[in-house]
């Protein structure tokens, strides 16, 4: 079992839909999660950073985690066309690990 | 925050050859990390970088063929050696700030022909 799993997608949506992105970890010695965005052809964008459980909003982007299920959720409302990219969640503990990453396409 | 630079941006080799990637951030950070990346693929950890001591590498990566220099808390070099084809890839470098956050370079692309 890898430690971080996320679906590879790709996941295409409507413009204005609200997107849900989801990994699963399974090292209870993770504390910290990250979301990075990622455009074609460019290095990896931090998005949001969360340490343990709860929310935390940033414009229309909400990063959640729930340690208790290692669930780690990041949700877009209103998407643009300009979130049109492949999002990878990390974590770390004592390294970083990341999923593999969701490739995700917002149609006009 | 952190602003990482990578040169260069892009690069095609020849087999055989080698090619150091250079990496410089806006502030000091104690961790540096080298990177590569398939197209379409996630992140593959190289080595870690620690100014003042040597390279750490990760299973499958050596320093004969990935050399690293870390000579100040700011910039590393990461030199792919005696070049193949399977070489082509992206190489990232990243920064672990004080708080756990990483920041990435833009990349550098490597063809090897």
């Known amino acids: 079992q890898k430690e971080v799993e996320q679906d590879p997608g790709p996941l295409s949506v409507p413009e204005g839909a609200i997107v849900s992105l989801n990994c699963t970890y399974s090292n209870s010695a993770f504390q910290y999660f990250m979301w990075y965005r990622q455009y074609s052809r460019k290095g990896p964008e931090l998005l949001m950073y969360?340490?343990?459980?709860g929310n935390k909003e940033d414009g229309r982007f909400t990063a959640q985690v729930d340690k208790s299920s290692k669930y780690i959720s990041l949700f877009i409302r209103d998407s643009q066309p300009s979130d049109s990219a492949t999002y990878l969640c990390a974590s770390y503990g004592q390294n970083f690990v990341f999923g593999p990453g969701t490739r995700l396409s917002v149609l006009p | 925050s952190a602003v990482i630079s990578q040169k260069p941006s892009r690069d095609i080799c020849q087999r055989g050859t080698s090619l150091t990637i250079q990496c410089q951030v806006d502030s000091q950070v104690t961790m540096m990390f080298w990177y590569r990346q398939q197209p379409g693929q996630s992140l593959t950890l190289i080595a870690t970088a620690n100014q003042g001591s040597e390279a750490t590498y990760e299973s499958g990566f050596v320093i004969d063929k990935f050399p690293i220099s870390r000579p100040n808390l700011t910039f590393s070099t990461l030199t792919v050696s005696n070049m193949s084809p399977e070489d082509s890839s992206i190489y990232l470098c990243?920064?672990?700030?004080?708080?756990?956050?990483?920041?990435f370079g833009p990349g550098t692309r490597l063809t090897v022909t």
């Open positions: 990243s920064a672990k700030l004080a708080g756990h956050e990483q920041y």
């Open positions: 969360t340490y343990s459980s």
